[in-house]
């Protein structure tokens, strides 16, 4: 039995430099291929991490530092309104201890005056109510 040799021959008479040019460029572009994942684009996870950073920084625009905005302002209001009305109440209470002191021998004046005021405030709330309707 006689063993044959085959080599690779091109139309031109040299030995195999076309069809092996040609064989290592499909290897090299299936390996790239297959390093770039199974979608063939090398540069997608760059591509889909840049357009989640993308939908999360209009997040950030669009709803998120408006919303930090207006809870900063209604905190602020409400911290606001707490410590006016506590400055309020304290100011009307040394008022009226301090009116209680200047005129100690007629005490119940200071009383009635702070009567009369307190049911003046509320009449005129409860008109505003009733003008507004139910």
Do not use: C
């Amino acid at each position: 039995m006689a063993t044959s040799r085959r080599t690779l021959s091109t139309d031109s008479g040299t030995t195999g430099t076309g069809s092996d040019r040609a064989r290592l460029s499909s290897i090299a572009e299936r390996d790239r291929l297959a390093a770039a994942g199974p979608l063939g684009d090398p540069d997608l996870p760059r591509k889909v991490v840049d357009r989640i950073d993308g939908i999360a920084d209009l997040f950030r625009t669009k709803v998120a530092q408006p919303l930090e905005r207006s809870v900063r302002a209604l905190v602020l209001a409400l911290l606001s309104a707490i410590v006016g009305t506590a400055a309020v109440v304290v100011l009307l209470v040394g008022a009226f201890r301090l009116a209680s002191a200047l005129l100690a021998p007629n005490e119940w004046i200071v009383h009635a005056v702070l009567g009369v005021l307190f049911v003046t405030l509320g009449v005129g709330v409860f008109w505003r109510k009733a003008a507004s309707g139910p």
